[in-house]
């Protein structure tokens, strides 16, 4: 459905719901979902998406993601109160990642830091690049 986007004028568009229909979720029923906090561009965190999920996001106006491990909705900061609040949904070329841009509140990480990639590669050595801006977050 999107690759027919590729070669079309800004402006151009398609139904919400033929997109939707027509994604190309992987063998659990998901997506790859990033988000990206709306002024600052820095990328706080990577999660998956089911169809509820996208459809949760977009009618509530906050992140709502798939947890893997718990096998549930997970409506961001439900228990930690470090919500997301979406300001615009993209897809990429093919449909296969979201990006959210968001007004993240509180911490994106579980661990109580800013974004989930604290860790940054320097030379042969992994570096912790910020610190818990609150308390780590024990649910995910």
């Known amino acids: 459905m999107l690759p027919r986007l590729e070669g079309a004028p800004i402006g151009a568009s398609l139904p919400l719901s033929d997109v939707l229909a027509e994604l190309p979720f992987d063998q659990q029923g998901l997506v790859a979902a990033i988000a990206q906090q709306f002024d600052t561009r820095e990328v706080l965190m990577l999660a998956w998406m089911n169809r509820?999920?996208?459809?949760?996001?977009?009618?509530?106006?906050?992140?709502c993601y798939w947890s893997r491990s718990r096998q549930s909705l997970w409506r961001k900061g439900e228990t930690s109160g470090c919500r997301q609040r979406v300001v615009e949904t993209r897809f990429d070329c093919d449909g296969?990642?979201?990006?959210?841009?968001?007004?993240?509140?509180?911490?994106a990480c579980h661990t109580g830091r800013p974004s989930?990639?604290?860790n940054?590669?320097?030379?042969?050595?992994?570096?912790?690049i910020s610190a818990p801006i609150q308390p780590p977050i024990h649910q995910k």
């Open 52 to 63: 509820a999920a996208i459809e949760e996001t977009l009618a509530t106006g906050f992140a």
């Open 96 to 107: 296969d990642a979201i990006l959210l841009l968001v007004d993240q509140l509180g911490g």
């Open 116 to 118: 989930c990639f604290y």
């Open 120 to 128: 940054a590669v320097r030379g042969e050595r992994v570096e912790v």
